[in-house]
């Protein structure tokens, strides 16, 4: 399977921006989707998760509120859009796939296949 992360790039503080991630070799309805950002210097760090069906989600206290994460099934691409965005934010965003359907885990070991990552950045 492979994952391909898009639509990261300069966005100004407390504007928007929406990541995609496209996912090939396998239905994306096979997985449970999460993303991660790691920003220099910083661990990689749990952002959102959802469930195979996109009946259930989570997200990290730091972006609880000004968050969505949502995906397409049919169109094999997940989704996470970002509001009010803060100079915090800015890092790269990774999306990852776990074979566990239902998990909304925030730990990365539970994530099997990961993307390339696609950079945010944050200006004044």
């Known amino acids: 399977v492979q994952l391909q992360a898009s639509g990261g790039g300069l966005v100004q503080a407390g504007g928007s921006l929406r990541l995609s991630c496209a996912i090939s070799?396998?239905?994306?309805?096979?997985?449970?989707m999460g993303w991660f950002r790691q920003a220099p210097g910083k661990e990689r760090e749990f952002v959102a998760g959802?469930?195979?069906?996109?009946?259930?989600?989570a997200y990290a206290d730091s972006v609880k509120g000004r968050s969505t994460i949502s995906r397409d099934n049919a169109r094999n691409t997940v989704y996470l859009q970002l509001n009010r965005v803060k100079f915090e934010d800015a890092a790269i965003y990774y999306c990852a796939a776990s074979n566990h359907p239902y998990s909304r885990s925030s730990s990365p070991s539970e994530y099997d296949d990961w993307g390339q990552g696609t950079l945010v950045t944050v200006s004044s």
């Open positions: 070799g396998r239905p994306l309805s096979s997985y449970a």
């Open positions: 959802i469930v195979w069906s996109g009946t259930m989600t």
